[in-house]
């Protein structure tokens, strides 16, 4: 009987760690906001979590990162490291929330990394006079932690900017003029990749690293959609020519040939599946999904998407 018992714990064991490995060997990523400057309920700012291992970083804070980062039960202080594909508002305007609420309220005891290009230095510094009243009486009144609040900002270059226990982050150059430069990065972790585009237009640099991912998230611009809108001409020309349009996206798919193509920071908000991957089909016949918020993505010997059961707000 205690022989029996014995066994049953050792297969137990066997099992949970077998797992605990299988879970070691994905990419997890998670679109905590796939929208736009529009404020719109139903998509956040651009944000995305990744979880490779124990190791949990986040690409671009736009609005409502911290609520989302919230929702999925994930803390600020699990955070290793932030990264920024360029300064434009709606990627970074969550950032100062998910700061000092998250230090506030999430008990941050150690500072935090940031990554981005020229410029990002300079806005984390502004940043820290901008709320230089907040944190000395957090710190004072609060007995929040000082080092919790520090941030090490660093401006990169095109080049691998982070390589620490088997992740490894690359930032390349996009192309989105003249807000110069722009980074989409590339993620590696346990022989998987995963490759977010940021903003940009179509790219030669970015089909270069693309090549041979597992999974590409793409940002796509709507045509059709903008144009319901009723913008001024040249605001919409202004708009599109930032963007890759869903048959542009449907090329560089076609070129890539990623396992999984995934759209996130769809422009504009409103655009709806119809708008989109229709389109798309045109120029491409391989796996690809309009992303939505919270959707998850894991990225393992296959590739398993789930979509938030309840609506998200
Ligand atoms: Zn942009």
Same mark, same amino acid.
């Given at each position: 009987?205690?022989?029996?018992?014995?066994?049953?714990?050792?297969?137990?064991?066997?099992?949970?760690?077998?797992?605990?490995?299988?879970?070691?060997?994905?990419? %997890?990523?998670?679109?905590?906001?796939?929208?736009?400057?529009?404020?719109?309920?139903?998509?956040? =700012?651009? #944000?995305?979590?990744?979880?490779?291992?124990?190791?949990?970083?986040?690409?671009?804070?736009?609005?409502?990162?911290?609520?989302?980062?919230?929702?999925?039960? +994930?803390? /600020?202080?699990?955070?290793?490291? +932030?990264?920024?594909?360029?300064?434009?508002?709606?990627?970074?305007? =969550?950032?100062?929330?998910?700061?000092?609420?998250?230090?506030?309220?999430?008990?941050? +005891?150690?500072?935090?990394?940031?990554?981005?290009? *020229?410029?990002?230095?300079?806005?984390?510094?502004?940043?820290?006079?901008?709320?230089?009243?907040?944190? *000395?009486?957090?710190?004072?009144?609060? *007995?929040?932690?000082?080092?919790?609040?520090?941030?090490?900002?660093?401006?990169?270059?095109? #080049?691998?900017? @982070?390589?620490?226990?088997?992740?490894?982050?690359?930032?390349?150059?996009?192309?989105?003029?003249?807000?110069?430069?722009?980074?989409?990065?590339?993620?590696? @972790?346990?022989?998987?990749?995963?490759?977010? #585009?940021?903003?940009?237009?179509?790219?030669?640099?970015?089909?270069?690293?693309?090549?041979?991912?597992?999974?590409?998230?793409?940002?796509? +611009?709507?045509?059709?959609?903008?144009?319901?809108? *009723? /913008?001024?001409?040249?605001?919409? %020309?202004?708009?599109?020519?930032?963007?890759?349009?869903?048959?542009?996206?449907?090329?560089?798919?076609?070129?890539?040939?990623?396992?999984?193509?995934?759209?996130?920071?769809?422009?504009?908000?409103?655009?709806?599946?119809?708008?989109?991957?229709?389109?798309?089909?045109?120029?491409?016949?391989?796996?690809?999904?309009?992303?939505?918020?919270?959707?998850?993505?894991?990225?393992?010997? %296959?590739?398993?998407?789930?979509?938030?059961?309840? %609506?998200?707000?």
């Amino acid at each position: 009987m205690i022989i029996l018992r014995k066994l049953i714990q050792f297969a137990l064991c066997f099992v949970f760690l077998a797992l605990t490995n299988l879970q070691a060997q994905i990419i %997890k990523v998670t679109l905590l906001g796939t929208g736009t400057p529009l404020p719109v309920m139903e998509r956040f =700012g651009p #944000s995305i979590l990744i979880e490779a291992g124990e190791q949990k970083f986040i690409f671009d804070a736009g609005r409502g990162t911290l609520q989302r980062l919230t929702q999925i039960n +994930v803390k /600020y202080r699990e955070i290793q490291g +932030v990264f920024f594909t360029h300064l434009h508002s709606d990627h970074v305007v =969550g950032f100062p929330d998910l700061w000092l609420t998250g230090w506030l309220t999430g008990q941050r +005891v150690t500072p935090l990394k940031v990554w981005g290009p *020229k410029g990002t230095k300079q806005m984390i510094a502004n940043l820290e006079k901008a709320f230089e009243f907040d944190i *000395k009486i957090r710190i004072s009144d609060d *007995k929040a932690s000082p080092d919790g609040v520090l941030i090490k900002a660093e401006d990169i270059e095109e #080049s691998v900017v @982070y390589e620490k226990n088997g992740v490894k982050v690359t930032a390349f150059e996009v192309d989105h003029k003249p807000i110069k430069p722009a980074f989409g990065y590339r993620i590696d @972790y346990s022989g998987r990749s995963v490759v977010l #585009s940021g903003d940009t237009r179509y790219s030669e640099n970015l089909i270069r690293y693309f090549k041979g991912v597992d999974l590409l998230i793409h940002e796509v +611009v709507s045509p059709e959609t903008i144009a319901r809108m *009723k /913008y001024p001409t040249e605001r919409a %020309k202004a708009i599109i020519g930032h963007h890759t349009t869903p048959e542009q996206a449907g090329e560089i798919f076609s070129l890539v040939k990623p396992r999984m193509a995934v759209f996130s920071h769809i422009v504009p908000s409103t655009a709806t599946e119809q708008d989109i991957i229709p389109l798309t089909r045109k120029n491409y016949s391989g796996a690809v999904e309009l992303g939505e918020d919270l959707m998850v993505i894991e990225v393992g010997e %296959k590739i398993e998407i789930r979509r938030p059961i309840a %609506k998200t707000n």
